[in-house]
C-alpha cells in the first residue's frame, strides 16, 4: 500500500519536512544513499523556492512505479517531487533555471541545482496563476527515472485528504506487446481501507495488460472482493490500429482532447468488487498524436476546466496533472478529497 507525502510549505520549519519526504520516498523505492540524498536535495531546494518566491506552496512526493511490461523485467520505482504553488509565475522559464538567476537577492542557484541533480526535470509557469517543477530521482542513473522511451508517454499526481499518510486513490499503467492501459481507481471513503482497495485493482491490472479494457474490468472485480470496492476506469491505446478503448465503473473522470477540442468519456455506475454492472460497455476513438486524455477522481471539481496553454499540451505528463491539480485548487480551496489525476499523452517528436 503505497505512501504518498503532502507536505504545506508556508514557513521555513516544513522544509526540513519536505527533505525527510523525499528521502523516506527513497527508502521505499529501494534507491541508494547518493540518489536518497539528492531526493533530499531536491525537496529542499525546491521548497525554500517555494518561500522565496511563492509565497509558499505544496509538495508532492510519491514512490512512482514505471510501467511494468508483460514480456520482461521493468524498471524500479522512482522519486516523483512535484512543487505546486499559486504565486506570480514566470515571465522567463528558461532564464529562471540558469544558475545565478534569481529575483529574490539569494545566489539564484535553486532550480538550476535541481535540474542537474535530478534525473529528470520540467517546469511549467503561467505569470499570475503559479508554478509547477516536477523532478524524478531514480537509482540507475538518468534513463532510470525516465517514463521509458515510445510513442506514448503516462504520468500523474496523488494527493492525500487532509494530509492523511495514504490516499484512496491510485494510478498506474501498464504495457503488453502493442496495448498501453492507463488506469485510475478511487477506493471507496478515505484512509488505510480506501488504498487497500485501490491498491489491488494496480496489482490486478499488472496481470490483466493482455485484456482490453471490459475484460480487465471483471478481472479486477474478482480481485477486489473482500476489499471495500473502488471506482475504476480504464483507458487502453493498441498502437497498432491507433484505437482506443476506455470503460470505466463509478465517478471516475475522462476527458479526452482531440481535434483541438475536449470531450467526456462516460463511465457505468456502480463499484468494483462491490457492484460491478452486468454489461460493461467499451468507448472507442480513434487516437493519433493531437490527442490527450485526462482521468481523474472526484477530488477534482465536477466542471473544471481542461488545461488550454498550448505549451502545456506537449509538456511532461506528469507536469500536466499537477497544473490541472493547480488551476481547480487555490490556497484558500485545497483539494476536497482524495485526489488523483493521470494523463496519457504522445510523446512529441525529439523528446525521450
Same mark, same amino acid.
Given at each position: 500500500?503505497?505512501?504518498?507525502?503532502?507536505?504545506?510549505?508556508?514557513?521555513?520549519?516544513?522544509?526540513?519536512?519536505?527533505?525527510?519526504?523525499?528521502?523516506?520516498?527513497?527508502?521505499?523505492?529501494?534507491?541508494?544513499?547518493?540518489?536518497?540524498?539528492?531526493?533530499?536535495?531536491?525537496?529542499?531546494?525546491?521548497?525554500?523556492?517555494?518561500?522565496?518566491?511563492?509565497?509558499?506552496?505544496?509538495?508532492?512526493?510519491?514512490?512512482?512505479?514505471?510501467?511494468?511490461?508483460?514480456?520482461?523485467?521493468?524498471?524500479?520505482?522512482?522519486?516523483?517531487?512535484?512543487?505546486?504553488?499559486? @504565486?506570480?509565475?514566470? #515571465?522567463? %522559464?528558461? *532564464?529562471?533555471? !540558469?544558475?545565478?538567476?534569481?529575483? /529574490?537577492?539569494? =545566489? +539564484?542557484? &535553486?532550480?538550476?541545482?535541481?535540474?542537474?541533480?535530478?534525473?529528470?526535470?520540467?517546469?511549467?509557469?503561467?505569470?499570475?496563476?503559479?508554478?509547477?517543477?516536477?523532478?524524478?530521482?531514480?537509482?540507475?542513473?538518468?534513463?532510470?527515472?525516465?517514463?521509458?522511451?515510445?510513442?506514448?508517454?503516462?504520468?500523474?499526481?496523488?494527493?492525500?485528504?487532509?494530509?492523511?499518510?495514504?490516499? @484512496?486513490?491510485?494510478? #498506474?499503467? %501498464?504495457? *503488453?506487446?502493442? !496495448?498501453?492501459?492507463?488506469?485510475? /481507481?478511487?477506493? =471507496? +471513503?478515505? &484512509?488505510?481501507?480506501?488504498?487497500?482497495?485501490?491498491?489491488?485493482?494496480?496489482?490486478?491490472?499488472?496481470?490483466?495488460?493482455?485484456?482490453?479494457?471490459?475484460?480487465?474490468?471483471?478481472?479486477?472485480?474478482?480481485?477486489?472482493?473482500?476489499?471495500?470496492?473502488?471506482?475504476?476506469?480504464?483507458?487502453?491505446?493498441?498502437?497498432?490500429?491507433?484505437?482506443?478503448?476506455?470503460?470505466?465503473?463509478?465517478?471516475?473522470?475522462?476527458?479526452?482532447?482531440?481535434?483541438?477540442?475536449?470531450?467526456?468519456?462516460?463511465?457505468?455506475? +456502480?463499484?468494483?468488487?462491490?457492484?460491478?454492472?452486468?454489461?460493461?460497455?467499451?468507448?472507442?476513438?480513434?487516437?493519433?498524436?493531437?490527442?490527450?486524455?485526462?482521468?481523474?477522481?472526484?477530488?477534482?471539481?465536477?466542471?473544471?476546466?481542461?488545461?488550454?496553454?498550448?505549451?502545456?499540451?506537449?509538456?511532461?505528463?506528469?507536469?500536466?496533472?499537477?497544473?490541472?491539480?493547480?488551476?481547480?485548487?487555490?490556497?484558500?480551496?485545497?483539494?476536497?478529497?482524495?485526489?488523483?489525476?493521470?494523463?496519457?499523452?504522445?510523446?512529441?517528436?525529439?523528446?525521450?
Amino acid at each position: 500500500m503505497p505512501r504518498v507525502w503532502d507536505v504545506p510549505v508556508h514557513d521555513s520549519t516544513r522544509v526540513r519536512d519536505a527533505r525527510v519526504a523525499a528521502e523516506a520516498a527513497a527508502g521505499l523505492a529501494g534507491l541508494g544513499d547518493e540518489r536518497r540524498a539528492a531526493a533530499g536535495l531536491v525537496a529542499t531546494e525546491l521548497a525554500t523556492n517555494l518561500l522565496k518566491h511563492a509565497g509558499g506552496g505544496h509538495l508532492l512526493v510519491d514512490a512512482v512505479a514505471p510501467p511494468v511490461p508483460v514480456d520482461g523485467p521493468g524498471a524500479g520505482p522512482y522519486v516523483q517531487i512535484a512543487a505546486i504553488d499559486h @504565486g506570480r509565475g514566470m #515571465a522567463d %522559464v528558461a *532564464a529562471a533555471l !540558469r544558475d545565478g538567476f534569481t529575483t /529574490a537577492r539569494s =545566489l +539564484g542557484a &535553486g532550480l538550476g541545482t535541481c535540474r542537474r541533480v535530478a534525473d529528470d526535470f520540467e517546469l511549467h509557469s503561467a505569470p499570475g496563476r503559479g508554478t509547477v517543477a516536477l523532478a524524478r530521482i531514480g537509482g540507475t542513473g538518468r534513463e532510470g527515472a525516465r517514463p521509458p522511451a515510445g510513442p506514448l508517454r503516462a504520468g500523474g499526481v496523488n494527493i492525500p485528504y487532509a494530509g492523511a499518510d495514504h490516499s @484512496g486513490d491510485a494510478w #498506474a499503467w %501498464v504495457r *503488453a506487446h502493442d !496495448r498501453l492501459t492507463l488506469m485510475l /481507481a478511487d477506493g =471507496l +471513503g478515505h &484512509g488505510p481501507e480506501a488504498a487497500r482497495a485501490s491498491t489491488a485493482a494496480a496489482e490486478a491490472l499488472r496481470r490483466s495488460a493482455h485484456l482490453t479494457p471490459a475484460e480487465a474490468l471483471r478481472n479486477l472485480d474478482a480481485a477486489l472482493r473482500g476489499t471495500r470496492g473502488a471506482a475504476v476506469a480504464l483507458a487502453q491505446v493498441e498502437l497498432s490500429t491507433g484505437v482506443l478503448r476506455f470503460a470505466g465503473v463509478g465517478n471516475i473522470g475522462a476527458r479526452l482532447r482531440e481535434d483541438g477540442t475536449w470531450r467526456s468519456l462516460l463511465s457505468r455506475p +456502480g463499484i468494483v468488487g462491490v457492484h460491478r454492472p452486468t454489461t460493461l460497455r467499451e468507448e472507442q476513438a480513434r487516437w493519433a498524436g493531437d490527442r490527450l486524455l485526462i482521468l481523474h477522481s472526484d477530488g477534482l471539481p465536477s466542471r473544471w476546466t481542461p488545461p488550454s496553454d498550448p505549451c502545456l499540451l506537449s509538456a511532461d505528463p506528469a507536469v500536466i496533472a499537477a497544473v490541472t491539480v493547480r488551476d481547480t485548487s487555490s490556497p484558500a480551496g485545497p483539494v476536497r478529497d482524495d485526489t488523483a489525476v493521470a494523463v496519457l499523452a504522445p510523446t512529441p517528436a525529439g523528446r525521450p
